[in-house]
């Protein structure tokens, strides 16, 4: 079993690149697809052994990630972002006009080899969607009449960078900027202040700003940054969470295209302050379209003496970026995973303590920070920590980047100080009619007309960004199902209640879709949650449930309408179980059939 | 129990629990008699806590007994009818996942699943089965596997990693498609450097890694689960160590 010379000569260089280290699978997996579009077994072995890792490590970092294929998958592969935002805006027709344009059965590649379409998970492009992947870059507000063309440059066989620009184009669409969005950038400027405050001048501003992480859950960052600070071991890491894979959300893509600088120098600050020497940014895959423009823009930042040896003109201060992709992961958001990811694994999460502060990347300390929290980062280093906690709530401090989406006049950006009403939102966004919203996607909290009164706030309706609306016209079952689907395709599969739990809540999802779901399968979905939630290993499985329990609690005509009238229906069908049956003995006439009586 | 100061105890449903500095939870209390429902802990190898049958309320918090630590005063909720409920249903997830028929189990009775389900009596699996098609590897000439019947607690690759030093299994894929896959060029058991000696082939706690060529040389009813519940064999599930022979095997070779 051995690769051909060609397929060799084309990955060598990749290794090469990458120095045959085995903590950089992931990233050269990635590299590898991209020139020969998938890894078989053969090539998985071939890796395996150019790298001096076991052939099982290669196949379980491969067969994790959803934009790794073992099987040829064709030489344009088409992925539909399939988030609820993306349904709303028809992509199922979309998808079936592409599939039947191509003569393609989802997921199954065309029969030369040239094609293939599936679905997959959203691609945070939901202010301008349906969206779509072509081999992983990003293409935009799709319509009919783009699916034809982009089936005329496949059959034609055009590559992908010969496509028109327009396709590939995506807005900022920044709709409310405040301190963040709407203050310029000057380069340079938040690292020098820093390094005037001091190390321990800049920790104690952190300290005063009472700064949280934006990623969702909240943690102050000031006390993860002493945290690493203070753990003894060496090399110390920082690293940016841009793996933006929360449902609905698309602020760090937004802040990566066009407010880089800040991310960036917010890295630098955290090295500065920690002692870190080295850094990450996680990039989701989705957003491989960022690569290019990122990396010209360190290499921009070490020219000007704002990453490399001595920056700012202070001996020893040594810090330096790369850039890791992601490849299809959502639970690689969560940060232990994303650490796993970061060392080429498949990305579970690890048991918890210890932290990364104390040991992360390789067994170091680590700061994982999220994209939007590193921005902050460089506001208080400028302006100072009083200055910053001045803004907001007691409790939330600063301002807050919604990504608003789904049934308004003007999705995209809208930055508010914290503690702004879900009222609000919506009246700026142009969305009239809204019965419910869905704050923090799919694993956040769904919030009826009732509750447009609370607050955006950590200690009220927290938020890692995603604000997806939905009017008076949509199925809030139907919300919650897609969520469902989400969660069954991303859990990793580490722990039994999400592993199991969520494909159990998506077929009773199923099951009620398809009206003959009970009152039964409507109390299943809740014993479930009160599995799933209190016994996860990590946030995903806990917030698994979350939207299906709240639609069931607040939008339960939804359920209820589609409830057939009898007290249980087995899942179970005894006659689509016989087809296997049916097949082998060649029979098909009516005797070989039970009937609906039977 | 005089002995025993809060410094070094904390409690189990009311009962103190002495432990040492650096022991889990499960740790302490398997030491100290007192039984947690456990499937993907082993003594011999690091904790793990991916199968949440040990999850218990640690001072209003769950958390997984066999990777937190325990420390002094901690208040533990783990006999409780809430959290057996809980286990019940974990155990009905395991059973609808993958393809367990006990009656046709050569490890039926030595199997820690089933004597899981017995003891928190499980009387059905609830869940619709997802009667999933998962291979059998026959190729190796003393162990054959059975992917039908793993539960994904990653003991074999544990125990491979850690005691044998050879990596024979990995866990692969994501998600309810997650699988234990072997580590050889061609994925086969038989062309992997596993051998029968090996901590790996004794430790999986169901009927997924089988030596071959010794099927029923004990009697289904003198298992090791046949005898008592599991609950009350606290003893053997803290102080067992790997290799463990399997009951018959002595005898074969």
């Known amino acids: ?598 | 129990m005089s002995e025993t100061s809060n410094a070094n105890s904390f409690s189990i449903d009311g009962q103190r629990i002495p432990f040492t500095p650096g022991q889990t939870i499960l740790q302490a209390a398997l030491a100290a008699g007192v039984y947690i429902p456990h499937l993907c802990h082993h003594p011999d190898l690091k904790p793990h806590g991916s199968c949440k049958l040990c999850t218990v309320i640690v001072n209003g918090r769950n958390g997984s007994a066999c990777t937190q630590m325990a420390m002094p005063g901690i208040e533990v909720e783990n006999n409780s009818p809430t959290l057996n409920d809980r286990r019940r249903v974990l155990l009905q997830m395991l059973f609808v996942e993958g393809n367990h028929f006990c009656p046709g189990c050569e490890k039926s009775g030595n199997c820690q699943l089933q004597a899981l389900a017995y003891d928190l009596e499980m009387l059905a699996p609830h869940f619709r089965h997802a009667y999933p098609v998962r291979p059998i590897d026959t190729t190796h000439p003393d162990v054959w596997l059975d992917l039908n019947r793993c539960i994904m607690c990653e003991l074999c690759v544990r125990a491979s990693r850690d005691i044998d030093g050879k990596n024979v299994f990995a866990l692969a894929g994501r998600g309810v498609d997650s699988h234990i896959v072997v580590n050889s060029p061609s994925g086969r058991l038989g062309d992997s450097a596993l051998s029968i000696d090996d901590a790996a082939v004794h430790v999986c706690p169901v009927g997924a890694i089988m030596v071959k060529r010794v099927g029923y040389a004990v009697p289904i009813g003198e298992r090791q689960f046949d005898e008592q519940p599991i609950s009350r064999q606290v003893d053997y599930l803290a102080a067992r160590h790997i290799p463990i022979v399997p009951v018959a095997a002595t005898e074969e070779r």
Not at chain 1, 73 to 92: E, K, P
Not at chain 1, 520 to 534: G, S, T
Request: with cysteine; net charge negative; hydrophobic share 40%.
């Open chain 1, 1 to 598: 079993m051995s690769v051909s010379a060609e397929i060799s000569s084309l990955i060598e260089p990749i290794l090469q690149r990458h120095a045959w280290r085995p903590d950089r699978l992931v990233q050269i997996l990635r590299e590898v697809q991209e020139a020969v579009d998938f890894i078989s077994d053969e090539t998985a072995a071939h890796l395996a052994e150019a790298l001096k890792i076991p052939y099982a490590q290669v196949h379980s970092t491969r067969d994790f990630y959803a934009f790794f294929y073992r099987e040829n998958r064709g030489r344009y592969r088409v992925l539909f972002s399939d988030n609820i935002t993306d349904r709303m805006a028809g992509n199922q027709a979309l998808f079936e006009h592409m599939a039947k344009r191509l003569k393609l059965e989802r997921g199954k590649v065309s029969d030369d080899g040239l094609v293939s379409i599936d679905y997959c998970s959203c691609t945070g492009m939901c202010d301008q969607g349906p969206a779509i992947l072509v081999n992983n870059r990003a293409i935009t507000r799709m319509t009919l009449r783009r699916v034809d063309e982009i089936c005329d440059l496949i059959r034609g066989q055009v590559p992908l960078d010969k496509w028109p620009a327009e396709f590939f184009r995506v807005d900022d669409n920044i709709r409310r900027a405040d301190m963040l969005l709407g203050t310029p950038h000057e380069p340079g400027k938040a690292v020098r202040a820093a390094i005037a405050r001091g190390r321990d001048g800049m920790l104690a501003e952190m300290k005063l700003s009472n700064l949280r992480g934006r990623g969702g859950a909240g943690f102050t960052t000031a006390v993860k940054w002493e945290a690493c600070r203070n753990a003894p071991a060496t090399p110390r890491y920082i690293v940016c969470n841009a793996d933006e894979g929360e449902p609905g959300t698309f602020k760090d893509r937004v802040l990566l295209q066009s407010y880089a600088g800040r991310v960036f120098e917010g890295m630098v600050i955290a090295a500065w302050t920690v002692g870190a020497s080295h850094g990450f940014l996680y990039l989701r895959g989705e957003y491989l379209y960022l690569l290019q423009p990122l990396e010209a823009y360190l290499a921009g930042m070490r020219a000007a003496g704002l990453l490399g040896r001595d920056i700012g003109g202070v001996a020893g201060f040594d810090f330096d970026i790369e850039i890791h992709l992601g490849a299809g992961a959502y639970i690689c958001g969560e940060e232990t995973a994303l650490i796993e990811s970061l060392e080429g694994k498949a990305g579970r999460p690890r048991v918890r303590p210890p932290f990364p502060v104390t040991s992360g990347y390789m067994g170091k300390p680590t700061v994982v920070n999220n994209v939007e929290t590193l921005c902050k980062v460089t506001e208080i280093a400028i302006n100072g920590g009083a200055w910053y906690e001045a803004i907001g709530t007691k409790q939330s401090t600063g301002t807050k980047i919604l990504s608003v989406a789904g049934d308004c006049a003007r999705p995209g950006l809208y930055e508010y100080a914290f503690g702004v009403r879900i009222a609000q939102v919506l009246e700026d966004c142009g969305a009239q009619e809204a019965i419910a919203v869905q704050v923090s996607g799919a694993s956040g909290v769904c919030l009826s007309e009732r509750e447009f009164g609370r607050r955006i706030a950590f200690e009220d309706v927290p938020t890692a960004g995603s604000f997806m609306i939905f009017g008076k016209q949509r199925d809030l079952f139907e919300v919650a199902r897609n969520f469902a689907h989400f969660f069954a395709h991303e859990s990793c599969g580490f722990c039994t209640p999400c592993r199991v739990g969520t494909v159990l809540m998506k077929e009773i999802m199923d099951k009620i879709a398809e009206g003959r779901g009970t009152q039964y399968e409507m109390n299943e979905l809740l014993r479930l949650q009160q599995v799933l939630k209190p016994g996860s290993h990590c946030g995903l499985g806990q917030t698994a449930g979350n939207a299906v329990a709240d639609t069931v609690q607040k939008f339960r005509p939804a359920y209820e309408r589609r409830l057939a009238e009898t007290d249980f229906v087995p899942a179970f069908d005894l006659d689509a179980a016989l087809s296997r049956a049916r097949e082998l003995a060649g029979r098909d006439d009516a005797a070989a059939h039970l009937g609906e009586e039977a």
